[in-house]
């Protein structure tokens, strides 16, 4: 075991501050490495704040974070795919039984003994897990992912979370060369939406509320941008989507958008609005609609999503701050005034 810095919320209403916190000593199976850059999740705001309590009640001292892209600078003696000076990412999920029927189809992230990277019990140390807000972090070598090194290392650690979220259902749905994909919402989800959507070859259409928003989701890949507040722009896209992203977690009217899908059309929730959604059973019984939700993926679709990305180039837009800021990034974030991830350079929490 040893010690290490990181940033830590002491309750519901702390700000984040300066910590110390245990890491286990890599067992022979484990990457220890070391953090260069940590995304800043919208989900990592509603832990800290115990906002889903309801889900999974929050456990203080919490060190956040999931979305972790370093260098890996001691490996234990059976690891085989890493070796110190490899760059490498850590997402959602640190752990899972291995054994269930999800973990044996590669769909880890709905194992129900699921190890989350933070406030999971943490079967090593006691106590809970500690996310990437930190120096460092010890994983099992099946949960840490190759990082291609041609890409901007700032913008690949929303990749680890936002992006694994959109592209998966992507996948699964079928997204190709050809086919009509709506993007509700442009932020950090959407924006990622946006790209991998393009990447595939589909006919982009963005749904926003906010017509300045027109410029910058032209600029991401879209192809066409839609003011959702205008009925006859709606319209005009009736019965036309093959699928539909809504990145949305505002409460808004799913049945304007499931209207848009075309026979066998999809919709598939990545946003968590806070209260139910209602939804009208003719807007899925007249077309053979459906409506569908998703999380992130498991760890051989977050490799093949990350390669896709050094194939593509792609990467996050992102604002990279000093540790130091953020709690007034979370602030910011709760505003929707970032373009569109805030990344923490964690070469900061060494001057700490």
């Avoid at 370093?70 to 003696?77: D, E, L, P, Y």
């Avoid at 949960?143 to 979370?161: I, K, Q, S, Y």
């Avoid at 910058?216 to 009736?238: C, I, T, Y």
């Avoid at 093949?304 to 953020?326: R, S, W, Y």
Wanted: charge should be negative; glycine fraction near 10%.
């Amino acid at each position: 075991m040893y010690n290490t810095k990181a940033y830590s919320a002491a309750s519901a209403t702390s700000p984040l501050a300066s910590d110390t916190i245990a890491r286990r000593d890599p067992t022979e199976h484990d990457v220890q490495i070391e953090i260069l850059f940590c995304g800043i999740c919208h989900s990592d705001v509603h832990s800290v704040r115990n906002e889903w309590s309801d889900f999974m009640s929050t456990t203080y001292p919490i060190v956040p974070g999931h979305e972790m892209v370093g260098r890996v600078t001691q490996v234990g003696s059976a690891v085989t795919k890493y070796k110190p000076g490899d760059l490498a990412g850590v997402g959602c999920m640190v752990d899972s039984d291995g054994s269930c029927p999800n973990c044996k189809t590669g769909l880890e992230q709905f194992c129900p003994n699921l190890t989350l990277t933070y406030n999971s019990p943490d079967k090593h140390l006691g106590g809970v897990t500690y996310g990437g807000y930190s120096d460092s972090i010890v994983v099992d070598e099946r949960f840490v992912l190759r990082v291609p090194t041609n890409l901007d290392l700032p913008g690949v650690a929303p990749l680890l979370c936002a992006g694994i979220t959109t592209y998966s259902p992507m996948r699964h749905w079928g997204v190709t060369k050809g086919k009509k994909v709506g993007v509700v919402g442009i932020g950090g989800l959407g924006h990622m939406g946006v790209k991998f959507a393009r990447a595939f070859g589909a006919h982009v259409v963005v749904f926003t509320t906010s017509p300045d928003k027109k410029e910058d989701a032209l600029r991401l890949g879209a192809d066409e941008v839609v003011v959702s507040r205008n009925a006859d722009e709606m319209q005009k896209h009736a019965g036309s989507f093959d699928f539909i992203l809504d990145t949305v977690s505002a409460n808004h009217d799913i049945n304007a958008y499931l209207n848009l899908l075309r026979l066998d059309g999809n919709i598939t929730l990545v946003g968590a609005p806070e209260k139910p959604l209602e939804v009208a059973a003719f807007s899925l019984i007249m077309a053979r609609r459906s409506l569908s939700g998703s999380s992130i993926g498991g760890i051989a679709e977050t490799q093949e999503m990350l390669d896709f990305c050094g194939e593509h180039n792609i990467t996050a837009d992102v604002e990279v701050i000093p540790i130091q800021k953020v709690n007034e990034a979370y602030e910011l974030l709760l505003k929707s005034d970032v373009k569109y991830r805030f990344v923490i350079d964690m070469a900061s929490l060494k001057s700490e």
